[in-house]
């Protein structure tokens, strides 16, 4: 409760800094501070201390689970801002309210790791994304900012209209909105339709709106239009935070109900896991863009995540949080540098070892993670997530995890294209200047990946404290 | 128990600290100081060897000696424990000791070495030893692997430590990849105990010998002889040896005559319980003896390298004490390890004094009447050929005699040509000695006006171990000579007792007598052939085939190396390019090309990503109204029961 209150506070905060001050450094300070007061608050709630006491009648229900991932989800964010506060205060003139829009869309996150309720599952939902769309569109006087915004509206409105569409089968079968699986008579809708078709398709409905947000294929085309036309800087954080979350809706809503989908369910999840990492990683591969590169290796990464439905256990939901955690950190670190360059194809990062060995470095131990090599975090959530596969119980696993390392394979090519770009080509790569606090920051967080690729139970071990 | 433990921890690891502190300070410390300090370790471990020796003799052997769990995995223990009886014991003193004389012989020898290189040097020694103690101690065939590896190692970087001569480089790998071929089969033979038995500890494996079948045991000790072939130079993997005469002198005597090259020797007698058990072994072991012992001999007739001649002499010696191991006469043979370790290093120390004082000149032929300039070094080397040659009362007449003895009770036909190899030996060996210290001298007046004796620190080694080597075999006189074979007695509760023959001491008397009847002969008819008229051209007929070593060298090339090479470049040329590299790159294509065609569907128009998404959903839809009946079916299809 702590976090949906205090975030939603927070964005009215920013709204009214923004009337107050023009001065963008003192706008960026008092973001960090909010977020960190919302950290704060959230970490309250583990220990029981409430700001409010509201009767939400079950409508939402907080475990450590999901209070879990906000923390992961606001660390993410002010690591984001620390890396990368100063180039949001540069996309336009309206910083305050990026902030704001900012602290909208964890008011967004903050629901869909509480809802208990699909009435809340699809206030999450737009909460979540309605500021989304304004900050692909932030750019104002760019043509292609204006593009994506649009398209991200246009298809975003139609996923709605799909999870809406099943939220209605679902009502109409149970005559309720909870999200537990209430089998009842008593609703006329179901009497009259056959009743046993009703949940089964409104469930599929609401698992395909959740696909498109999570960027799984064949609902991922918005996405690299949508990343590659945004401003940088929101790119960073819509495809790290804004997603994750969107599993985390999934597991909430799955975890108990997905045999309800019936034995179908058991081809459609691989079928959906094994296109997303075929798209994703075989259309990176000719990328000539880094940013549009990280779109495609984002959907790609939603693959393995994926994996998160089809064992569905302990392992997975495990493995999910630590995926999360390793792949926001080692994208936004992507992303920060990746606003700093100039260029931003595969051309633009010859020889940047030679100029900046300290961001070459980071970033290279940054990529390494996505392509899940040992001693990153990457290799662990990689790793949980097929082991969960393994051990998922009656599914004969095996080949998928096989299907899905060798993808693995494919995506060390695009990946290792930035790092041969940095080491072994010459050139003279453009990129703004940066201070001090911005390297060691960055090195901080390439060591706190490589800490948790040694020690991956130290984060896990939060979630039973 | 606990003094036992301290005491071989330290006598270990003293040689590896030498290795280490010599090895990282060896651009900072002066050249005295390095010798000093690698000679003085050895020196402590020897000092330790002999209290352990006394403490071994007074009290007998006692269990394995833990340390730690070097290995736990499962059932299998594989523990680093030493084992410390009679038998090792022997081998500690001989590794200590003659190791350390070669250290300071070594002091002197190399002193033209510039400083880093010299530190390199008594590194690799100190930690040769170190590995050679690690083999010979070990509680278990895992241990005395490492050492085993460990000294084959040492040997690869001595052969080659004037790495700026190619051949030398050459002769290195050569020594190096022939003992990889024998270490394979001593790798199998320990996973074929581990597999049988679950243990690779000694003790453990004899005293559950009864739970292998006969094949088991036929195929270990197989196994392990030939990994001892590879070790101890013996046919088919003996022509490393001679090439490994690349390295130091001192390291030729060290490692390539008195110990390194009898670690085959050790392993078999360590594992004389297993050869008991195996007839076909045993066998196999005395005949590839007793024809490498033959076969290196008359090679060595026709070398006019110092050093070759000497080399393939070791090879024939170590020949002989397979032939020893073959036929039962264990402590006869490590009885001969040791005098041989005494005056073939004395031999080898000797040459290299020559080689020292003609400016490494090694061609014998260019030698000739050094006796008056090196009186010292000529009277060792007297020494050292007397003892090898098998004259009573000297060393080598008593380890031989009692394996001929041996040899004779099981086939007398072995004892015939063991005989005739010891009549060759001491036909080469005072061929050489003829040839480089009596008649005139040969080489230039250049080298004439510098030859002089050695220092002291390499005459004082050769004085003691021209002692050794006189008086080393009264340790083993034969109860025939009035003797009763302390060596024997002491080795006693470590190897079985040789009860196959009964010779009567007539017998023993007319075989001595005839075996030294025959090598006197030999040696007079060398001495007067070779002391005036020393052959210098180069030989015909079945000379030239000698000369030329049987021309094995190329024989192997033909046959394995030709081969094997172009099967490299078959594989190289058509296997790697059209098959691997055109599959890894075909892959990479496939890769590149599907891409370029995914991109296409990412073309920018709402509208169309509109219509594939609902396609997509049409497809889950319709996936989902089979109800299973897809999964279903794949699933009898790649699943069927």
């Known amino acids: ?465 | 128990m606990e003094i036992m433990k301290t005491l071989l921890a330290f006598i270990v690891l003293w040689p590896l600290v030498g290795f280490l502190v010599n090895g990282l300070g060896r651009n900072y410390f002066s050249k005295k100081r390095i010798a000093f300090y690698a000679s003085e370790q050895i020196f402590a471990s020897f000092i330790a060897s002999i209290i352990v020796f006394i403490l071994i003799k007074n009290n007998g052997a006692q269990g394995d000696i833990t340390y730690f769990n070097f290995i736990h995995i499962g059932k299998l223990i594989i523990p680093f424990a030493f084992k410390i009886d009679q038998l090792s014991a022997i081998f500690l003193l001989i590794i200590t000791g003659i190791g350390f004389l070669i250290h300071v012989y070594s002091a002197a020898y190399m002193q033209q070495e510039e400083q880093a290189h010299y530190g390199r040097y008594f590194s690799y020694l100190n930690l040769f030893i170190f590995s050679m103690l690690l083999l010979v101690l070990g509680a278990n065939y895992v241990i005395m692997f490492i050492g085993w590896e460990g000294v084959g190692l040492c040997s690869y970087l001595l052969i080659g430590f004037w790495f700026k001569n190619d051949n030398y480089n050459y002769a290195a790998k050569k020594a190096f990849i022939m003992n990889r071929i024998g270490d394979l089969g001593f790798l199998l033979a320990i996973f074929w105990m581990i597999a049988k038995l679950g243990t690779a500890n000694y003790s453990d494996v004899f005293s559950n010998v009864s739970q292998l079948s006969t094949t088991d045991i036929t195929a270990i000790t197989i196994l392990l002889f030939i990994g001892a072939m590879g070790k101890s130079a013996q046919i088919p993997l003996y022509t490393w040896l001679p090439d490994a005469m690349a390295g130091p002198t001192p390291v030729s005597a060290l490692i390539h005559a008195a110990t390194m090259v009898t670690a085959g020797i050790y392993m078999v007698a360590r594992s004389n319980v297993l050869y008991s058990l195996s007839e076909v072994a045993q066998n196999l072991v005395a005949i590839t003896g007793l024809v490498t012992a033959l076969f290196a001999a008359t090679i060595a007739i026709k070398q006019n390298d110092i050093k070759k001649v000497l080399a393939y002499s070791t090879v024939s010696q170590l020949g002989y004490m397979f032939l020893g191991l073959g036929v039962g006469a264990y402590t006869g043979a490590v009885f001969h390890v040791m005098t041989h370790a005494f005056f073939k290093a004395l031999l080898f120390l000797g040459a290299g004094s020559v080689i020292h004082a003609m400016h490494h000149e090694q061609d014998i032929r260019k030698m000739g009447g050094l006796k008056k300039y090196l009186p010292i070094t000529h009277i060792t080397f007297l020494i050292g050929c007397i003892a090898i040659s098998g004259i009573p009362p000297f060393s080598g007449f008593f380890s031989k005699d009692e394996i001929l003895a041996a040899a004779y009770a099981h086939n007398p036909v072995y004892w015939g040509i063991g005989v005739a190899t010891a009549g060759l030996t001491a036909f080469y060996m005072f061929r050489l000695y003829a040839t480089t210290f009596l008649g005139s001298f040969r080489g230039t007046p250049e080298q004439a006006h510098h030859l002089h004796e050695s220092p002291s620190a390499m005459t004082i080694p050769l004085i003691i171990l021209a002692i050794l080597s006189v008086v080393g075999g009264l340790v083993g006189v034969p109860e025939s000579l009035g003797g009763h074979h302390a060596l024997h007695q002491f080795l006693s509760p470590v190897l079985l007792t040789e009860v196959k023959y009964e010779t009567t001491h007539s017998t023993e008397y007319m075989l001595m007598g005839l075996s030294v009847a025959i090598a006197a002969t030999a040696i007079v008819i060398a001495i007067v052939t070779y002391s005036k008229k020393p052959q210098i051209s180069n030989s015909t007929g079945v000379g030239k085939l000698l000369e030329n070593k049987w021309y094995i060298d190329e024989l192997y090339d033909a046959i394995i190396v030709k081969p094997l090479g172009s099967l490299a470049s078959f594989l190289k040329n058509v296997i790697e390019k059209s098959g691997i590299d055109a599959a890894v790159n075909g892959v990479g294509k496939l890769v590149n090309y599907s891409s370029r065609q995914l991109r296409l569907l990412q073309n920018g128009q709402v509208g169309g990503y509109i219509l594939l998404m609902v396609l997509g959903m049409i497809v889950i839809v319709l996936i989902w109204v089979n109800d299973g009946y897809i999964y279903r079916f794949l699933m009898n299809l790649f699943f069927a029961k």
């Open chain 1, 1 to 465: 409760m702590n976090a949906i209150i205090l975030s939603a506070l927070g964005g009215i905060v920013m709204m009214f800094t923004g009337i107050f001050t023009q001065n963008k450094i003192v706008i960026k300070n008092i973001a960090i501070i909010t977020l960190l007061l919302l950290l704060i608050g959230n970490l309250l709630h583990f220990y029981g201390i409430y700001m409010l006491h509201v009767d939400v009648k079950d409508m939402l229900q907080f475990n450590n689970f999901g209070l879990f991932f906000n923390t992961i989800a606001f660390t993410s964010t002010l690591i984001y801002f620390l890396l990368s506060g100063t180039d949001i205060t540069k996309v336009g003139i309206n910083v305050a309210e990026y902030f704001a829009l900012i602290f909208f869309v964890l008011c967004g996150v903050s629901i869909l790791t509480s809802f208990h309720n699909l009435l809340m599952l699809f206030l999450g939902i737009e909460i979540l994304s309605i500021p989304l769309y304004i900050l692909t569109g932030a750019d104002k006087k760019n043509l292609k900012s204006n593009e994506a915004a649009l398209k991200y509206f246009l298809m975003g409105s139609f996923s709605t209209g799909i999870l809406l569409m099943g939220i209605a089968l679902l009502y109409g079968a149970s005559g309720n909105f909870s999200i537990e699986s209430v089998p009842s008579t008593t609703s006329k809708v179901a009497e009259m339709a056959n009743s046993s078709i009703l949940t089964p398709l409104g469930l599929l409905f609401v698992f395909v709106a959740l696909l498109f947000k999570v960027s799984a294929a064949p609902f991922h085309f918005w996405v690299p239009d949508v990343y590659d036309g945004a401003p940088s800087v929101f790119t960073s954080f819509m495809a790290t935070i804004a997603k994750a979350v969107g599993f985390i809706a999934f597991i909430f809503l799955f975890e108990s109900r997905i045999a309800e989908l019936g034995p179908s369910s058991r081809i459609i999840i691989p079928f959906v896991i094994i296109l997303t990492l075929l798209i994703g990683n075989i259309t990176a591969v000719f990328q000539q863009s880094v940013k549009r590169m990280l779109a495609y290796s984002s959907i790609a990464q939603a693959g393995f995540m994926l994996f998160v439905l089809y064992s569905n256990n302990d392992i997975s939901s495990e493995g999910i949080l630590l995926y999360s955690v390793a792949y926001s950190f080692a994208t936004i670190g992507i992303f920060a540098i990746l606003i700093k360059m100039k260029d931003y194809t595969f051309e633009g990062y010859n020889g940047l070892a030679k100029k900046e060995p300290l961001i070459a470095a980071a970033n290279t131990i940054f990529l390494l993670s996505l392509a899940g090599i040992p001693l990153t975090a990457g290799f662990f959530a990689k790793y949980y997530m097929l082991l969960s596969a393994i051990k998922a119980n009656g599914q004969n696993a095996l080949w998928l995890v096989i299907v899905a390392v060798l993808f693995a394979a494919v995506s060390v090519y695009y990946y290792f294209r930035v790092i041969q770009a940095m080491y072994f080509k010459e050139g003279n790569p453009e990129i703004a200047t940066t201070n001090t606090s911005f390297k060691v920051i960055l090195l901080a967080l390439a060591a706190i990946i490589i800490f948790i690729g040694l020690f991956p139970t130290v984060v896990l071990n939060f979630l039973y404290f």
